[in-house]
Every structure is written in structure tokens, then in C-alpha cells.
């Protein structure tokens, strides 16, 4: 038995076998060889055995979903067959002696930056593509097997990292627990954890060679262990937690179709974050008033191209019928800092927090902006709607949004198509925001806070650095501060305002929200109950 501790960031306990996730891409070292011709016959091998793969999945995507989405892998066989393309290669493995993988992986990098920088939106999109090709050439090179979830039983995924979009694509319905070497408490793949109602722990010091897929692990995220190979012992203590677990859950179902009020008569909605159309039963089932924060960038992850209007036109209209006349907030795009993409042909920049991210993206590329709000406005006629927009810093940000929504409406009325123009707010999530949020008051039709970028802008903390999470402290008196007058200015103009950050489902906070007059908390869906079982046994005094 070997006992592992780590950073617990979503609370359960399983018992499971464990499954070492691989990463898609791996790192390629340039070393120096003696027969280039080798290496040569190395990348025609791996082309080989690239397009049969590709042949495969183009076969599968066919008869899965048609003709026009399985293109694409025709298209990446195609590139393989490109002249300019292995020339650079075999050029590169001749003329500086280096490994097949190298060779590929700067030429794939160079063409992919050249494609990114053209003005052609169409060829700046195979930037994605070149990289993808040239990703699976050297994983073939290297004789890498990616992890696939398809093929397993329920399992606890161990990686020394995940990414949101790796996070993303992984069959919710196979995945026990994770538990990852790095990794913040406060990054999105903690918080896609939480939705997902699985224990999580961060900060593990495993050497993920010595994990063997299959083994039985046990993971307890309330006291933060990781255990492998447990005695029997642990395995029936274990198995009575697992029962009282259950039993706790069995307690809180009791308050399901109860109001959110206190003692004294104090109502405050409780809505589920979300980032995917299907975590919608997972809000019926808690009982959730609405969706606070739907993520809408996840529908943009792990994927190789835009969703197009009529994809997430039928995303949003899903969920809004799913959710009947209960209000559903859909966030705009707020894809950047850790949620990437390759092919929005983002640069790296030193402080992608900082960065070129969220709505910046949606003003500077309205195409990206408009085809989103064209979904999102013909959606709204289905539902209960309201949009917000994230990481707003000034009110000419505001008036930029509103004009672009005027053109879109204009637009949509020409084209005689049925829309609505949804109740509009945005998220508060910057310090200037906060300090202008009278003006802003008066610009929106509602606030909600979001308190895990907040506490990063306020404290000056990267939440992505595990290092900084003992400093991550969304509880210092300044956020405090921040809120308290977020809240007055809202309801001076009569405003309505939540909260949807994680801040939202700390227990210890729920009687000083509602005490501050907060008006909406949204929360992972399994904590719905829990924060209403917190707000009907308190008083609000006021
Ligand atoms: C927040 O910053 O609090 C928030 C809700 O947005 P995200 O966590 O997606 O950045
Ligand atoms: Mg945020």
C-alpha cells in the first residue's frame, strides 16, 4: 500500500482502477544522427502508417456524422502527400543531420506559423491543421500511444497536468476522479471537476511511471490522499465512507422543491454554473432555479474548427428548452489565458492572463463575435435567456458590445429569421469594474461576480500557479470590499446582482452573501443543495 497526499479541490471519495492519462502532444528533443537516409525512410514509414489512420478516421466520421465534418481527415492526407512539405523535411534531416522528429516538428511549427500570419481566413485556419498532421507524425515516430477513453471500464485518471480542453473531451461517464502532479485549485480544469461532481486532487508528488494502468487506487478528496494498492482494511473503511457519503447526499435530496429563504423570509436564488449542454440534468437533478454561468467557451475546446452559428444556435436552444422557463445566463466567449484553442491561431505571450483573451477577442474579431450572438439571439426565442459578457474593464467596451448587437439585429431582421435580444449583463471581474461599476450600473441589465479572476486581478496571483495557492485568498478583506460595493452600486440603479464565481459555494460565505444583499449565487450543481440547506437554516437581520 503507498499513500500519497495532495491538494483535495472537490470533496468524495472512490475507489477505482487507475488510468495514466498520455498527452496528445509529446516533446520532441533535436539529436544529432549519422544516417539522415534512415531517418528519411523513418517519416515515410510514419506517412504510411499516418494516412491509415487517417483513412480510418475519415471511414468513421462518415458514417458517424457525413461527408462535410469527415472532409477534414481527407484533407489532413492530403497534406501529408504535400511536396513543399516533405521537402522541408527530408531538406532539414539531410543538410543539419537531425532526428526525423525534430525535422518534422519545426517544419510543421514554421508552416504553421506562416499559414497563421496569412490574411486569408481560410488558410489562416489550416495553421490548426498543419499542426494536427504534424502532431500525429511524430507521435508516430516516436511509437506513442495516446490514452482512449473509449475502450475503459470507470476510471481515476492520473496526469501530471490537464488541460480544459483536455478535460473537456474526456467521456464524462468513464472518469471516477482525477488527480494530476500540477495543477491549481483555482484553474478551470479544478473547476470543470467540480462540475463534474468527482473527487479531484492536485500538487500529488507521483512519478507517473510508477503507476500501472489497472491498479486500484483509492482517491479521498476530504482528506486529500491518494491511496495505491490498499490493504483490506482501508478497502472496508473505504467502503463505509463511500455508504456515508451516499447517505448525506440521500439527507440533502430532501430539499429538493424547497424555496431559498432564511429563517427571517429572505430569498436568494441558487443557479449551476455549466460548461457543457449535457451538465443540464445534472441542474434538474439538484434542483438548481437556472443556469448562472454557462461557460459557452467550452463549446469551442477540443475541437480543430469554429462552431458554426447553426451548431450552437442548436447548443443554446438544448439547453434553454431542456431548462423550460427558468432563466439560463450564457457567458460569451471567453477563450484565452489557460482555455485554448490552436485554431484561433492565438500567439504565446508572456502573460496570457494579462493577455489577449475574452471579450477583447470578440471586439478585435467580431466575425468570431457576431456568428456567437447571430446563435445566441435566434436561440433566445426558445427560453428563458439572458447573455453576459466577460472581462470587462471600461464602459466603451459596453457601447462597442451594444453597437456590434445592433448590427447583428439589424441583420437578423433583414434576413427575416426569428430572434429575441436577451436580457444583457456582464460579469465583474476585474478591479476596474469594480471601481466603475455606478457607470456600469446604469449601462447593464444586471452584475455577476466573478470571484475566482477577481481575487487573481485583485491579489496579483496567477491562479494558475500551484505554488500561489496558499495566497490565493478569495476571502481578504479587499475582494470583501469589492463586493459589498458591487452590490450597493448594482442595486442603486436597480440592478439585480450574483455571484458565479467559486466563491459563490463556500459555505462559510452564503450568510455573509446574503446579508450583503447578494441577489443570486451560481454554484456547481451538486452544491446547490447544500448552499440552500445553508440559507434556510440562517437569518439575514435585515
Ligand atoms: C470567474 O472568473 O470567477 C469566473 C466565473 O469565470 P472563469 O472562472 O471562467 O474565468
Ligand atoms: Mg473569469
Known sequence: MKVWNGKSVYNGIVMGPAVVWKKQDCQVTCTKITDPEAEVSR?????????????????????????????????????????????????????????????????????????????????????????DVSDRLVRNLVGYESSDLKQMEPSIIIADDLTPSETVQMDKSKVLAFVTVHGSSNSHTAILARTMNIPALVGVPLELDEIENGIVVIVDGYNGTMTMEPSEELIAATEKKIDEDCNKKKLLQDLKGKDNVTLD??????????????????VLE??????????????????????SEEEQFEAYKKVLQAMGDKKVIIRTLDIGADKRADYFGLEKEENPALGYRAIRICLKQPDIFC???????????????????????????????????????????????????????????TPAAVMISDELAEMVDFF??????????????????????EFYDPHHKAILRMLKMVVDNAHKAGKWVGICGELAADLSMTKTFVRMGVDELSVAPSMVLNVRKNVREMTAGC
Open 448 to 469: 455577476s461576480i466573478g470571484t475566482n479572476d477577481l481575487t487573481q486581478y485583485t491579489l496579483a496571483i496567477d491562479r494558475q500557479n500551484p505554488k500561489l495557492d
Open 286 to 307: 439538484y434542483d438548481a432555479g437556472g443556469i448562472g454561468l454557462f461557460r459557452s467557451e467550452f463549446l469551442y475546446l477540443g475541437r480543430d474548427t469554429f462552431p
Open 43 to 131: 517519416v515515410e514509414t510514419a506517412i504510411a502508417q499516418s494516412k491509415a489512420q487517417l483513412l480510418e478516421l475519415y471511414e468513421k466520421a462518415l458514417a458517424e456524422v457525413g461527408e462535410s465534418d469527415a472532409m477534414i481527415f481527407m484533407v489532413h492526407q492530403m497534406m501529408l502527400e504535400d511536396q513543399m512539405y516533405l521537402d522541408s523535411v527530408y531538406n532539414l534531416i539531410r543538410a543539419e543531420q537531425v532526428n526525423a522528429e525534430y525535422a518534422v516538428s519545426v517544419t510543421g511549427e514554421s508552416l504553421a506559423e506562416m499559414f497563421a500570419s496569412m490574411d486569408d481566413e481560410y488558410m489562416s485556419a489550416r495553421a490548426a491543421d498543419m499542426k
Open 371 to 429: 456568428t456567437q450572438l447571430r446563435a445566441l439571439f435566434r436561440a433566445a426565442v426558445y427560453g428563458n435567456l439572458s447573455i453576459m459578457y466577460p472581462m470587462i474593464t471600461s464602459t466603451d467596451e459596453v457601447e462597442q458590445i451594444y453597437q456590434i448587437v445592433e448590427e447583428v439585429k439589424e441583420e437578423l431582421t433583414k434576413e427575416d429569421l426569428l430572434f429575441k435580444i436577451p436580457e444583457q449583463g456582464i460579469m465583474i471581474e
Open 265 to 282: 423570509g429572505v430569498h436568494i436564488d441558487i443557479f449551476a454554473n455549466i460548461g457543457d449542454t449535457s451538465d443540464v440534468d445534472q
